[in-house]
């Protein structure tokens, strides 16, 4: 005997064919088989495909028919649900008002059990964001366990999750961690709706991007990638996850995936949450030297609400424009509580030494350095390369690479291919400020060909501008240092460079400093000796 469309929409739903579900259950919808469990397909599936009009309009339909029936658990069961959807896809205000309507149902009709425990994951998350972690902690743990004693793993997944928010807030990381890798093998056992499966994923891959544990985050993330490979007709899954999955293909040197997910993740989040997907973007177009995009995602990024720092400063600078750059950085700088302080000193330290400033610099490489000292691998590694770009700038090039090659090192375990060419580019520097010509050009070309590979515009556009035999001089310095020697004046210099007449004069005597030189003719001499001009 052929199936019965409400046969093949179950056996769809029951093998993850999102597409196919709808198509049967709504033929049998029409035919009038539906039951209610067979609503609650349909809506998950229309919300996994992007029927966003569609899921709503069946969450609806079954809430008023539950009303209806005077079925009050069945009523607050899908007004949380539709409450939960309606998060997932940005939209808070009309999310919170179905939440609270759970909520009333569940007061209203004395409602105990699962339904009655849904409503308090919400509350938990509500007391955690207002610093009432004690409180949240235990609204969640009771969640969770009401959600293991009666086999729900839904409510069980959800209150641990916010268990582990409650750790993290409470500087207890390491029993976060432990705690959410659990929630993931709960989530991996796939006996949870998708819908929470995918907001488990996302939020574990979010903590881990925010603690900057890059093996975790990729773990996950790639558990991520087979959970969504194997359905079929599902849409990508959205929420600030699409943002984190193109911050982690950025970092492993495949940027044209970077770019395809940043360019997914504008098109289908909303307020802030896109602006940090624009800001992704621009981030990427940025690294590929692509100056006009860029732009374009750093501004929708700030008229959504996200700063467009410090990556609009860092475009500046890689644009010659070191003086927009070095007062924008001096006014971040200056603001001590942001949360991107860390990622403010990296881009500070650069953009004071392309001003010469290397005192500033160096102030702010040893505040990354004492801020790192037990922090990720990232930022311990962010911190040596500062601090050896500072001892580089100083003439001290011993002391450089004493700190270049651990932060090579570290870039090169976390399988960040483009932070590690980053860094050869300096440790040849400072081997050829040691007269060692023959390494120099060794770490160069290795640089050389990751930039070309990756698509580095702007870092190969430096390295191939660098010259020989240059004693420790930035590019920026070899820029002046070339346009002295063929008779130009500072002001004229400045114009040319686009800096102040100030920085100019200030990279002049950084120059005269490392070269041991005196005046304006003896830098002229030194650069044609040099075959810099």
Not at 355 to 364: I, S, T
Request: hydrophobic content about 45%; proline content about 3%; glycine content about 10%.
């Amino acid at each position: 005997m052929a199936a019965t469309d409400l046969e093949r929409g179950r056996a769809a739903y029951d093998d993850r064919r999102w597409a196919a579900c709808v198509l049967a259950l709504r033929a049998a919808e029409a035919a009038g088989e539906l039951q209610h469990r067979d609503l609650k397909a349909l809506a998950i599936s229309l919300y996994l495909v992007g029927d966003d009009a569609g899921c709503d309009e069946v969450m609806e339909r079954g809430h008023q028919t539950a009303l209806d029936r005077g079925d009050w658990r069945l009523a607050a069961e899908v007004s949380f649900w539709h409450g939960f959807t309606l998060f997932g896809r940005g939209e808070h205000a009309r999310a919170g008002a179905w939440l609270a309507r759970s909520r009333e149902l569940v007061g209203e009709h004395h409602l105990g059990g699962v339904e009655a425990s849904l409503p308090d994951v919400v509350e938990a998350r509500g007391l955690l964001a207002a610093g009432r972690s004690e409180e949240a902690m235990e609204l969640a743990r009771r969640a969770a366990l009401v959600g293991r004693e009666l086999g729900d793993p839904n409510l069980e997944v959800l209150g641990r999750l916010t268990v582990g928010q409650v750790l993290l807030q409470q500087g207890r990381t390491e029993e976060a961690l432990a705690c959410l890798d659990e929630v993931m093998l709960t989530v991996s056992g796939g006996d949870l709706d998708p819908p929470v499966a995918g907001l488990a994923y996302c939020a574990v891959i979010g903590t881990c991007m925010g603690l900057l544990d890059l093996p975790r985050a990729r773990e996950w993330t790639g558990v991520l990638s087979a959970w969504c490979d194997s359905q079929d007709g599902l849409v990508p899954f959205r929420g600030q996850c699409l943002v984190h999955r193109s911050q982690l293909k950025a970092m492993e040197g495949d940027w044209t995936a970077a770019l395809d997910e940043a360019q997914r993740a504008t098109a289908r989040l909303g307020d802030t949450a896109s602006g940090n997907a624009w800001y992704q973007l621009g981030e990427v177009h940025r690294l590929r030297g692509a100056w006009p995009e860029a732009e374009d995602a750093y501004r929708h990024a700030n008229g959504l609400g996200r700063q467009p720092e410090p990556g609009l400063a860092l475009m500046r600078l890689a644009q010659g424009r070191t003086d927009t750059a070095v007062t924008t950085f001096r006014r971040l700088h200056a603001e001590p509580d942001r949360v991107d302080r860390l990622d403010v000193l990296t881009g500070y330290v650069e953009a004071m030494l392309a001003a010469g400033d290397v005192g500033a610099a160096e102030v702010a490489a040893e505040e990354l350095a004492t801020s790192a000292d037990l922090g990720p691998l990232v930022h311990r590694a962010r911190a040596d390369e500062a601090r050896g770009a500072v001892r580089l700038a100083r003439g001290d090039a011993p002391g450089a690479l004493a700190c270049l090659r651990p932060a090579a090192e570290i870039w090169r375990s976390l399988a960040m291919p483009y932070d590690v060419a980053r860094v050869r580019v300096r440790i040849g520097d400072a081997c050829r400020a040691l007269g060692d010509d023959a390494s120099a050009d060794l770490e160069h070309d290795a640089a050389r060909e990751t930039f070309t590979r990756l698509g580095a515009a702007p870092d190969l556009e430096r390295l191939d501008g660098r010259a020989t035999g240059a004693d420790g001089l930035t590019t920026r310095e070899i820029e002046v240092l070339r346009l002295v020697a063929a008779g130009h004046t500072n002001r004229r210099i400045a114009s040319e460079l686009v800096l102040s007449e100030k920085t100019v004069a200030r990279h002049l005597s950084n120059i005269y400093a490392k070269l041991d030189l005196g005046s304006r003719s003896a830098a002229t001499a030194y650069a044609y000796d040099h075959h810099l001009v």
